[in-house]
């Protein structure tokens, strides 16, 4: 069975918002995770690019995954520049 282009677009649109509900639900009741969350808003708020390479090292194996949510935050929270995350990501995983 193909999906038509509509049913495609209400697919997509359901996903968004259940990964915006989980986003929200875990942010509203998580103590950890809002606070994690805070940290690094607050560090790409400052421009400390030094101090985003460093938290983003601290999760250790992890770190490409929330370098990766990251990027997803700080698309969503438009004020914030791209370019710290990028250079905080050449600075912590080399160019490559």
Same mark, same amino acid.
Not at 24 to 34: D, I, K, P, V
Not at 72 to 90: I, M, R
């Given at each position: 069975?193909? #999906?038509?282009? /509509?049913?495609? /677009?209400?697919? /997509? %649109? ?5 990964? @915006?509900?989980? !986003?929200?639900? &875990?942010?509203? +009741?998580?103590?950890? %995770? ?9 560090? *790409? ?6 101090? @985003? /390479?460093?938290?983003?090292?601290? !999760? ?7 370098? &990766? #949510? ?5 698309? @969503? ?5 791209? !370019? *710290?995350?990028? !250079?905080?990501?050449? #600075? &912590? +995983?080399?160019? %490559?």
């Amino acid at each position: 069975m193909t #999906l038509g282009p /509509r049913a495609v /677009r209400w697919v /997509r %649109f359901a996903l968004g918002l259940t990964v @915006l509900a989980a !986003f929200g639900l &875990a942010y509203l +009741f998580s103590e950890g %995770f809002r606070r994690e969350v805070d940290l690094a808003l607050e560090i *790409l708020g400052r421009g400390d690019v030094a101090g @985003l /390479r460093d938290y983003i090292l601290s !999760f250790g194996a992890w770190a490409p995954i929330v370098s &990766a #949510l990251l990027m997803v935050l700080q698309a @969503l929270v438009a004020p914030l520049p791209a !370019f *710290l995350l990028s !250079f905080a990501n050449g #600075l &912590a +995983f080399g160019v %490559f």
